[in-house]
Nanobody, 125 residues
């Protein structure tokens, strides 16, 4: 299984970006996919997650109402639409996959088996 993240860039405060995570290889219907981010000097933090069926979505309080996670099953990609961006959203963003999601702890990095490389998002003030 491989994950390839893309879509980062430089944007002004209030702007929008759309990140994409392409998932290749074998996946399972009870998997979960998530986005995390890590700013310089800070720990990696949870941003958003959804289950394979996309029936359940989860968001960090800091992004709720501004970010939307979605899945395109036909293309096997997971996107993160980011609106109303703020300077504090500046970070490297990583997508992650848990092949057999237990139904809990979606916000913990250590449950995810596979990670993509980071894509940098910079929000200027």
């Amino acid at each position: 299984v491989q994950l390839q993240a893309s879509g980062g860039g430089l944007v002004q405060t209030g702007g929008s970006l759309r990140l994409s995570c392409a998932v290749s290889g074998r996946t399972f219907r009870n998997s979960a996919t998530a986005w995390f981010r890590q700013a310089p000097g800070k720990e990696r933090e949870f941003v958003a997650a959804l289950t394979w069926s996309a029936s359940n979505t989860y968001y960090a309080d800091s992004v709720k109402g501004r970010f939307t996670i979605a899945r395109d099953n036909a293309k096997n990609t997971v996107s993160l639409q980011m609106n109303s961006l703020k300077p504090e959203d500046t970070a490297a963003y990583y997508c992650a996959l848990d092949l057999v999601y237990s139904g809990a702890y979606y916000y913990r990095p250590n449950i995810y088996n596979y990670w993509g490389q980071g894509t940098l998002v910079t929000v200027s003030s």
